[in-house]
Antibody
Framework: DVQLVQPAAEVKRPGESLKISCKGSGYNFPNFWIGWVRQKPGKGLEWMGI????????RYSPSFRGQVTMSVDKSFSTAFLQWSSLKVSDTATYYC????????????????WGQGTLVTVSS | EIVLTQSPATLSLSPGEGATLSCRAS??????VAWYQQRPGQAPRLLIY???NRATGIPARFSGSGSGTDFTLTISSLEPEDFAVYYCQQRGNWPPYPFGPGTKVDVK
């Protein structure tokens, strides 16, 4: 089965750092872009960026550049999203998702999603 | 940056009725439009890519159409599990590939 597995939740204080993971299985992880999507409570989806595991080529939305860092460890088929200093406003669910391949690739659609990590930042 | 708008914001319908959801881009997006369904408490699920191609395992009652700047998701006959929020997404020439604000389909 193709899947992306994420931890369910993280709770942090403002100013703390955090690195959340997204482990892929059931497919050739290095050859598919992985994206990150933010969803604040009760709100819509926000496209954060994508990273290509085989080259660590990362592309950020201007809204998120400098706020987060995407990385991968392809030997462990795992992508990461990292904050150096969290804010209360970072409270959200963060989804990782696979950019589809084949005839779907050029469309930029995400065909497989993790279950999301709820990040709660509170003092 | 291309901006997507979706209408209506909420669609109140009964099971068995048909649904028509609209997505409009601020400029042409080369038919690189995808549609997703998100049920409460769940991750989004890809329904349609490339404006009109159903993703793997998606029932035939879901169809997509449109070109240029105007796109439509049609659900021919609503099943109970179809009451959810639907998002469109576009891929322009460069990242980001933004999502629209969503249309909620709820029970009348």
């Amino acid at each position: 089965d193709v899947q992306l597995v994420q931890p369910a939740a993280e709770v942090k204080r403002p100013g703390e750092s955090l690195k959340i993971s997204c482990k892929g299985s059931g497919y050739n992880f290095p050859n598919f872009w992985i994206g990150w999507v933010r969803q604040k409570p009760g709100k819509g989806l926000e496209w954060m960026g994508i990273i290509y595991p085989d080259a660590s080529d990362a592309r950020y939305s201007p809204s998120f550049r400098g706020q987060v860092t995407m990385s991968v460890d392809k030997s462990f088929s795992t992508a990461f999203l990292q904050w150096s200093s969290l804010k209360v406003s970072d409270t959200a669910t963060y989804y990782c998702a696979r950019l589809c391949g084949g005839d779907c690739y050029e469309t930029g659609a995400f065909d497989m999603w993790g279950q999301g990590t709820l990040v709660t930042v509170s003092s | 940056e291309i901006v997507l708008t979706q209408s209506p914001a909420t669609l109140s319908l009964s099971p068995g009725e048909g649904a028509t959801l609209s997505c409009r881009a601020s400029q042409s997006v080369n038919n690189y439009v995808a549609w997703y369904q998100q049920r409460p408490g769940q991750a989004p699920r890809l329904l349609i890519y490339g404006a009109s191609n159903r993703a793997t395992g998606i029932p035939a009652r879901f169809s997509g159409s449109g070109s240029g700047t105007d796109f439509t998701l049609t659900i021919s006959s609503l099943e109970p599990e179809d009451f959810a929020v639907y998002y469109c997404q576009q891929r322009g020439n460069w990242p980001p590939y933004p999502f629209g604000p969503g249309t909620k389909v709820d029970v009348k």
